[in-house]
């Protein structure tokens, strides 16, 4: 547990050192509960005080089924079910990639990389958004959402970083897996999240 908190808050600062305590790291089993972790916060610091606080999403769900009063509430549960999913198609697609690039590789491996680095962006992301929130700034939802793809950085760093160390996959290919997972998570993301 040290170990793998050592690697999540080392990653704000020194990426590659992360990378290296996430490699002493069983897998894929660190990377689901960093998801887990990751969830957690965002439900429970994020979607349900703004359900208690009685706010709306904006702009309206695309999930009309969700009444918009309860958007909120439902984002509370589904959160952890929707990082998983992203977690294991992102992890999928990566090692689509690596394997038509001729690549041995190891799903595992990839998990684990890709939930600790979703871990420490998605942490940055809501400490982001509820300083916004304290702060009473106003800002287009359209500009947050773009911080929030600056604040991806840390997500860019470890998960290249790692992919190329832990799976000993070229830079290049590294970066082109983490595109493809970009590909993958953002349209599923747009359509179930809202700030």
């Not at 689901?32 to 703004?50: D, G, H, K």
Request: net charge positive; glycine share 8%.
């Amino acid at each position: 547990m040290v170990k793998f908190l050592r690697a999540w808050f080392t990653g704000y600062w020194n990426p590659g050192r992360a990378v290296r305590l996430i490699e002493e790291l069983p897998a894929p089993g660190w990377g689901l509960v960093a998801v887990l972790v990751r969830a957690a916060t965002v439900s429970l610091l994020w979607y349900l005080p703004n359900h208690l606080a009685g706010r709306f999403p904006m702009p309206a769900p695309c999930l009309t089924f969700v009444p918009v009063e309860k958007y909120y509430l439902f984002l509370t549960w589904f959160t952890p079910i929707q990082f998983l999913l992203v977690w294991v198609l992102g992890g999928g697609v990566t090692y689509l990639v690596f394997r038509a690039a001729g690549r041995k590789t190891d799903l595992d491996l990839i998990l684990n990389v890709c939930g600790i680095a979703g871990l420490v962006s998605g942490t940055a992301i809501v400490v982001f958004d509820m300083t916004i929130r304290a702060a009473g700034w106003d800002m287009s939802r359209n500009l947050w959402g773009s911080l929030h793809l600056v604040l991806d950085f840390w997500y860019y760093a470890v998960a290249i970083l790692g992919l190329r160390r832990i799976v000993c996959v070229p830079f290049g290919l590294a970066v082109g897996a983490v595109a493809a997972q970009f590909a993958v998570a953002l349209p599923l993301a747009m359509l179930v999240m809202r700030a």
